[in-house]
């Protein structure tokens, strides 16, 4: 079955959203509305986008629990996919970190690739990979002002004050 897709606007910029039976299956930043869009997206589809929406506005969601297809990933693609989903919010892991994890130590360069290719972002959490030095790093975001606000938006805030700064 052929991927559907949704674009949404969110306050870091628009969001195309790609879905199959199985799960989301592609998420990014687009430039342009796409008129080839479903418009009969199902009910767990427009949850997603709602929830995606209030957590890059600044309202923590457990993102998690939206199902994702990875099938269209390599296998060790697929295995750096699962490391980052076990993620927890506000955990950050190095490059190497995730190359242990994934069960191919040494393999933190094949680790960077598989970050900058991420298809689904967000709910393949790559902007919790960092330099083993410092938060820096290439994220599939492309930009370290972004990566450094969706790392703002997961740590815990005691009052307005300290809240992640609006784009």
């Known amino acids: 079955m052929a991927a559907r897709t949704l674009t949404f606007a969110t306050t870091l910029g628009r ?3 790609a879905w199959t ?3 989301v299956c592609g998420l990014g930043f ?3 509305w796409d008129r080839r869009e479903a418009p009969d997206a199902p009910a767990w589809i427009h949850d997603a986008v709602h929830r995606l929406m209030a957590h890059l506005a600044g309202s923590p969601q457990a993102l998690r629990s939206i199902p994702v297809d990875l099938s269209a990933l390599t296998p060790f693609r697929r295995r750096v996919a699962e490391v980052l989903r076990a993620t927890e919010p506000g955990q950050r892991l190095s490059y190497g970190d995730v ?4 069960g191919r130590p040494g ?6 690739q598989a970050v900058k290719a991420n298809p689904i972002l967000l709910l393949v959490p790559c902007h919790r990979v960092v330099g083993a030095k410092d938060d820096g790093g290439w994220s599939a975001f492309g ?3 972004v990566k450094a606000r969706l790392l703002a938006l997961e740590q815990p805030h005691t009052g307005p004050d300290d809240a992640p700064p609006a784009r």
């Open 15 to 17: 969001l195309r959203l």
């Open 21 to 23: 039976a199985d799960g």
């Open 30 to 32: 687009v430039d342009l």
């Open 99 to 102: 190359a242990r994890l994934a």
């Open 107 to 112: 393999a933190a360069r094949a680790v960077g």
């Open 143 to 145: 930009s370290p002002e």
